[in-house]
């Protein structure tokens, strides 16, 4: 194997440790954190697979403005024991 495969092995089991982690976290925004940065990783390998235009597409949207958009949106909302 050469270096490039074993860099996209590994970019694509941190995606799924992020994602999992996103899923299985009770914090909302531990969680969305976990996603923005699977987000990203899914940014690197399309650019390691020769995509540039989809990893930026995927790193402004996917990484970036969804993860603003879910911390405004949890910064807007109250929990549970506030009341």
């Known amino acids: 194997m050469t270096i490039l ?3 996209q092995v590994l970019i694509l089991l941190l995606i799924v440790a992020g994602s999992v982690l996103a899923v299985g976290l009770k914090d909302l925004l531990a969680s969305v954190i976990a996603l923005g940065a699977s987000s990203l990783l899914l ?3 399309f650019y390691l697979l020769q995509a540039p235009d989809v990893a930026i597409a995927e790193a402004g949207v996917g990484a970036a ?3 603003a958009i879910f911390v405004l949106a949890i910064r807007k909302t ?3 024991e506030e009341e």
Request: charged share 25%.
């Open 5 to 7: 495969a074993v860099l």
């Open 43 to 45: 940014a690197l390998q």
């Open 65 to 67: 403005l969804t993860t």
């Open 78 to 80: 109250r929990r549970k």
